[in-house]
């Protein structure tokens, strides 16, 4: 007679998704465990999402002041001092309370905490520091982390997990990379004050949106005073008297207090044994599930970050519904990567959701673009010169709205809704016959009638 296990579930990895999946799946009647080696809530949390975006709004404060002098509020520019240990302080004691609020959320769903380093032994045993945990399954939810490319010098660069505990601004910093990461990161040390160059590799940053808005972004993060320099990259990285010296593959050199590498990521699946168990991954080390999140060994499944679906934490918390309902209830859910919104918190922020125009077009699909640029409202007193941008594709063929794309505030709260639209399927008659909210730059988006004509 063998030996019950001492646990249903075992989960690695304690962030968004990893939770996520415990809770549930705890509340569902099974018996688990979530092992995590740092501290909760994943890289969302800790070194992610959540303090990037602090310190985003922290970044955008000096330009609020300066905007302030055209409402009629007397501000002295001598009167405008930043200290950066207190925006630092005061996100790390956010975070800390974002630990312990995961910590809880644990406890009250009645799931063990083991806090450790996991290795997989085999599919019924996970050890911990040394100590063997069974279980009927096991779900890997271990994300992501930076990766730098390999270059002499690259172990001056930072990443961006050191960007949140720095222990003074430098005047002057370089932003390697052409994603998420770097154009948010290039915007927030801008807005502190930090003299700011970005340089990729591409023709344009931001791969993968909608030309337009890769090309909007780049025109007001020039108009920020960032230089952007693409098509080129960097060879190498040498010190010099405090700063750092970079040759540029362009012939050039340039000199700089700081280099963030935000060169991509690449799943976090070292030591966890999964070559040893028979757990396959692909060419960049990805771990290959089906769309009930199983890998190729029965028993182990994973989820997120880790298995190289979209790097988004709302992804990641989906997912573990779906493993819930495949695991414990109707066996009937299945992942919809359709339609799924994002953010990008550069200044100004984007908000896309659908496919892009060249996506659209790459598909086959007639296109009818829709699109609109000014100035947002709160600017015609400011006196800045920053400009929205918001576009609609549209396929002619059955009217139905294939994307949504914006550059401007609060693009991503604005997404959020127009999501729900494409996820139901709305076509330009519906954002048509939508009355809009005045004034507001939201309306634009039911009210553009004209399409262009390039």
């Known amino acids: 007679m063998s030996k019950t296990p001492d646990y249903d579930?075992?989960?690695?990895?304690?962030?968004?998704?990893?939770?996520?999946?415990?809770?549930?799946?705890?509340?569902?009647?099974?018996?688990?465990?979530?092992?995590?080696?740092?501290d909760l809530g994943g890289t969302c949390v800790n070194?992610?999402?959540?303090?990037?975006?602090?310190f985003v709004y922290g970044a955008h404060v000096r330009e609020d002041i300066e905007d302030a002098r055209g409402y009629g509020f007397d501000v002295a520019d001598e009167a405008i001092r930043f200290d950066w240990a207190t925006l630092r302080d005061n996100k790390t004691n956010e975070i800390r309370r974002l630990n312990d609020i995961y910590r809880r959320l644990?406890?009250?769903?009645?799931?063990?905490?083991?806090?450790?380093?996991?290795?997989?032994?085999?599919?019924?045993?996970?050890?911990?520091d040394g100590t063997a945990v069974t279980t009927e399954r096991i779900t890997i939810a271990t994300g992501s982390e930076p990766v730098v490319p390999e270059i002499p010098g690259s172990e001056h660069a930072l990443v961006s997990d050191h960007m949140f505990y720095l222990d003074s601004l430098p005047e002057t910093a370089t932003v390697w990379g052409g994603g998420y990461i770097a154009v948010e990161f290039a915007g927030i040390l801008a807005g502190l004050g930090v003299r700011t160059t970005l340089i990729y590799r591409g023709e344009r940053f931001l791969r993968g949106f909608d030309g337009d808005i890769r090309d909007h972004v780049a025109q007001e993060m020039d108009r920020k005073g960032i230089d952007l320099r693409f098509n080129t990259n960097i060879e190498s990285i040498t010190t010099s008297g405090g700063d750092y010296e970079l040759t540029l593959t362009d012939g050039s050199t340039h000199r700089t207090g700081l280099v963030l590498a935000a060169t991509g990521r690449v799943p976090r699946t070292q030591g966890l044994g999964l070559a040893s168990v028979g757990v396959e991954t692909d060419e960049g080390g990805a771990i290959i599930t089906d769309d009930q999140f199983r890998t190729s060994v029965p028993g182990i499944h994973a989820l997120g970050d880790v298995i190289g679906t979209p790097q988004l934490?709302?992804?990641?918390?989906?997912?573990?519904?779906?493993?819930?309902?495949?695991?414990?209830?109707?066996?009937?859910?299945r992942m919809d990567y359709t339609n799924i919104p994002t953010a990008v918190f550069c200044q100004p922020p984007i908000g896309t959701v659908g496919l892009t125009e060249e996506e659209a077009r790459e598909a086959g699909h007639s296109v009818t673009i829709y699109r609109t640029s000014f100035r947002p409202m709160k600017h015609t007193l400011s006196g800045r010169e920053e400009k929205a941008l918001m576009k609609l594709v549209v396929d002619p063929d059955t009217d139905r709205?294939?994307?949504?794309?914006?550059?401007?505030?609060?693009?991503?709260?604005?997404?959020?809704?127009?999501?729900?639209?494409?996820?139901?399927?709305?076509?330009k008659a519906v954002f048509d016959a939508t009355v809009g909210i005045h004034p507001t730059s939201a309306e634009e988006f039911v009210t553009m009638r004209e399409p262009v004509s390039d």
Not at 108 to 121: D, K, Q, R, Y
Request: some cysteine; overall charge neutral; hydrophobic content about 50%.
């Open 9 to 38: 579930l075992v989960v690695i990895g304690a962030g968004s998704g990893g939770v996520r999946l415990a809770r549930m799946a705890s509340q569902a009647g099974a018996r688990v465990a979530v092992v995590e080696s740092a």
């Open 47 to 54: 070194v992610g999402c959540v303090p990037k975006k602090l």
């Open 106 to 128: 644990i406890d009250n769903a009645g799931v063990t905490l083991i806090e450790g380093t996991a290795h997989i032994e085999n599919a019924g045993t996970v050890r911990v």
């Open 313 to 333: 934490t709302p992804v990641a918390i989906e997912q573990a519904m779906v493993m819930v309902d495949q695991l414990y209830g109707t066996g009937l859910k």
């Open 401 to 427: 709205v294939l994307g949504a794309h914006m550059v401007g505030p609060e693009a991503g709260e604005m997404m959020q809704g127009i999501a729900v639209a494409l996820k139901a399927g709305a076509t």
